[in-house]
Each structure stands twice: as structure tokens, then as C-alpha cells.
Nanobody
């Protein structure tokens, strides 16, 4: 079965950068869309970014556009999220997700994804 394991979270000062990775295993992901979501305490899970594994098309949430970059490494089966110019409001648990039945227009909906990682904490101090 599909396994997703996130890494790279931590504590960083505002304005700094972090790079999250998600090691994906269990099957070929050529027909999958991969995504990052985040959830802050007391808030709903929020879409961050997504990428179609084969085509490389990307999507971003409005709050991270221009600061975060999603990418995938086909050789290593790894999903990455480069986060720059971090803000305290970026503090959350970040989750990697994978789906092969996601309707193209619903890439931002968490219930469309059937596989999830355990999450990694990102804390941005002011």
C-alpha cells in the first residue's frame, strides 16, 4: 500500500526558509496528484500546494503563492516543498497527501485524497 513519510519540519524565525520532503512508496505515482496541506491548532486543514506527478503541473493556495514551491523528484520518489519568507501564520502541522481519483478541479479539497502522511510540525517564530 501507499506510504508517505514527511520530514524537514522544525523551528525557524520569520523570514527564514525550510524544505519539507515526503518519501512516497508502495506503487507508481505516475497517475497521482500529490499535495501538501497544513493544519494549525483550532483551524481546519488548509490546502497549500499540489502537483501532478507525471505532468508536473502545479497549484498553490493564495496564502503561499510566490513564497512556496512544490516539486517532485521522480528518481527518488520524493515530494518536496520549499518554503521561503516564512511567516508566523505559516505555523502548522504539514501533511503530504496522494490521490489517484482526484477530480482535476478539486485538487484543493482534502477529502479527495486517499493517502496521507503522519505530518511534520513547522513553527515560525516572530
Amino acid at each position: 500500500q501507499v506510504q508517505l513519510v514527511e520530514s524537514g519540519g522544525g523551528l525557524v524565525q520569520a523570514g527564514g526558509s525550510l524544505r519539507l520532503s515526503c518519501a512516497a512508496s508502495g506503487r507508481s505515482f505516475s497517475r497521482y496528484i500529490m499535495a501538501w496541506f497544513r493544519q494549525a491548532p483550532g483551524k481546519e486543514r488548509e490546502f497549500v500546494a499540489a502537483i501532478w506527478w507525471l505532468a508536473g503541473s502545479t497549484y498553490y493556495g493564495d496564502s503561499v503563492k510566490g513564497r512556496f514551491t512544490i516539486s517532485r523528484d521522480n528518481a527518488k520518489n520524493t515530494l518536496n516543498l520549499q518554503m521561503n519568507s516564512l511567516k508566523p501564520e505559516d505555523t502548522a502541522v504539514y501533511y503530504c497527501a496522494a490521490g489517484n481519483r482526484v477530480l482535476g478541479s478539486r485538487y484543493y479539497v482534502d477529502s479527495e485524497y486517499e493517502n496521507w502522511g503522519q505530518g511534520t510540525q513547522v513553527t515560525v517564530s516572530s
